[in-house]
């Protein structure tokens, strides 16, 4: 056979490797009866199953009722040519791998069906010295078509994995920050997070990205209080070669990784002043320049911060900036405490307890009913990280019956102490709510008076956020002394 008559025109680097094991099903799409009964001989000997449309109408016909692995689709048709139905099955099955066949000199048409999504081409006739490689690229674009099926499918369940039901609990707190999430999370608006340490900020950051249009996108997480502060300002915004001592090359920061997608700024007012001064810029401007270049970087990126700390208290100890604080403050989210969150914590502690046993080969561990009521009871500090690491050492450490009360850590298994009474219920009896107000109102009082109004402490000392302290400040109309 002359030499302008090879049947292959060349190969993807991957179909190189050795062919795939398995077998798999083949749709062959050819108005030419000597070419697809070729092709069908030369993949049956293979051992895949071969299926045959004879136009593209039939091809896509037969697609929606059957599955297929890989589809050989002739470019030259009558009617509807091969790069119509490449176009169409590239819509409708993106995954789905195309090899176009082509005749000698048609290969502008065949580098227009790869622009069109087809896996690679292939030129009749099919020469018998050259069959070995025909089988070879079949088996990689269908291996091919597999690998994007399954990252597909893991992309799916990573963003699944981060849908609002990983945030367990039924209770009005939880349920109306799950509301305030669901409103705001397909908009472009910066979030600030607040809450105590172990409450699950993070996983609140997560559902917001993973449940806006940026979800297919980066989210790049940065903990402001674990990076040094000579060095975070390089990893937010890198750098060039030479900035510094050890910049050996150029390094991209995390805003440019997270260009399209979200940026998590964790622990937010752990930042110092001077970052926060650029910081600002990047909120105003959209843009930066790494460190040691006097280029101007734009991104499109969306900010979700998050802290422990009260925000409002560093700014009146000068150690935050206040236009930053308005900023990142568009839209407050609180993630409530563990404490104040009523009956979650038995919902917590099935769904740890489930999570531990799917990676044991004992069944689910159980726990008894009076450790978990005084589960309920413990004011939980920690938070629903507390809870997680407790219940993973149970359900790793307790015997057979599972966990009992005796299983509890000493400051559980004691219980609560209680809050002595200042008064005694007097024969008539009394108003519940009025008592529990005026003691309420009691001990705000001496919380400011021995921390001199100091909102901030006066909170801790209670043990309740300060917005929520200034509210009740409020409600009972006290006034600091003249």
Known sequence: ?????????????????????????????????????????????????????????????????????????????????????????????PDLPCIVITGFGSSERSLEALGAGAFWYLEKPFEQERLDVVRRLVDQ?????????????????????????????????????????????????????????????????QALHYNSRRADKPLVTVNCGAIPEELLESELFGHIKGAFTGAHQSREGRFSRADGGTIFLDEIGDMSPNLQVKLLRVLQERSFEPVGSSKTRRIDVRIVAATHQNLPGLIEEKLFREDLYYRLNVVPIEVPALRNRGGDVALLVHHFLGIVGQGRDAKNTTISGEAMARLSTYHWPGNVRELENLMERLAILCGADGIQLSDLPDS????????????????????????????????????????????NRAAQLLDVNRTTLIEKIKKRELTPPD
């Not at 908009?187 to 997070?193: D, G, P």
């Not at 024969?427 to 021995?450: D, F, H, M, T, Y």
């Open 1 to 93: 056979m002359p030499e302008e008559t090879h049947s292959i025109l060349s190969l993807p680097p991957s179909a190189r490797r050795s062919p795939l094991v398995s077998k798999n099903h083949v749709l062959i799409v050819d108005d030419e009866d000597l070419y697809r009964r070729a092709l069908e001989r030369i993949l049956k000997r293979q051992g895949h199953t071969i299926s045959c449309a004879c136009n593209g109408p039939d091809a896509l016909e037969f697609l929606n009722g059957h599955s297929v692995d890989l589809v050989l689709c002739d470019i030259k048709m009558p009617g509807m040519n091969g790069l119509d139905v490449v176009k169409r099955i590239h819509e409708i099955r």
């Open 412 to 455: 559980l298994s004691s219980g609560p102490k209680p809050l002595t009474p200042t008064r005694e219920l007097p024969a008539e009896g009394l108003s519940l709510n009025r008592a529990v107000e005026e003691l309420e109102k009691s001990l705000i009082s001496q919380a400011l008076i021995r921390t001199k109004w100091n909102k």
């Open 141 to 205: 674009a269908i291996e091919h078509g597999q690998l994007k099926s399954e990252n597909r499918r893991l992309k799916s369940e990573l963003h699944s994995r981060h849908k609002f039901d990983r945030i367990i609990g039924k209770s009005e707190g939880l349920s109306k920050m799950l509301s305030l999430i669901e409103k705001v999370a397909d908009t472009e608006s910066t979030v600030l997070i607040t809450g105590e340490s172990g409450t699950g900020k993070e996983l609140v950051a």
